[in-house]
């Protein structure tokens, strides 16, 4: 569940524990990220176990089990950042695959009306990121040349 919001660092540190240092690093980690310390609530923690939940459900390739929407390329963008503020959904057309737009008016550190492109290149649901202008993220802006 940590995987997209935490640092290289805490990854590291996380691979190198045994069983027992992962539970004390994970109770540390949440409570560092917890915006209200000392409070029981932990509402980030909260945050991104309803994301990942809702990842799962929406994103998911397998459509029994509904448990690898985390995996996908949406599922990851929407656990990192959530809630786009807007969705264009845009259906095949001539040369065209069915892709998607998300837009995030306002990220953090970003530099405002910040996009990203999902596209279905295989026809199977699968949205695939193939351009986006928030830092960190794929940069392709000649996706649609390809």
């Not at 991104?48 to 949406?74: C, H, L, M």
């Not at 695939?128 to 202008?133: A, D, I, M, P």
């Amino acid at each position: 569940v940590i995987k997209y919001i935490s640092s290289a660092e805490e990854k590291a540190m996380y691979r190198d524990l045994d069983l027992e240092g992962k539970k004390a690093f994970l109770a540390q980690f949440w409570d560092r990220k917890n915006p209200k310390q000392g409070s029981p609530v932990n509402e980030f923690k909260n945050e991104v176990f309803r994301r990942f939940a809702y990842a799962n459900q929406y994103y998911s390739t397998a459509i029994v089990t509904k448990d690898d929407g985390w995996k996908s390329d949406r599922g990851r963008i929407y656990i990192t950042y959530g809630n786009p503020d807007n969705i264009t959904r845009l259906p095949s057309s001539m040369g065209q695959k069915p892709y998607e737009v998300w837009t995030y008016y306002r990220l953090p550190g970003q530099t405002g009306n910040d996009v990203c492109y999902f596209v279905d290149l295989d026809g199977y649901g699968n949205y695939r990121l193939v351009h986006s202008s928030i830092r960190g993220e794929i940069s392709n802006p000649e996706w649609e040349a390809k």
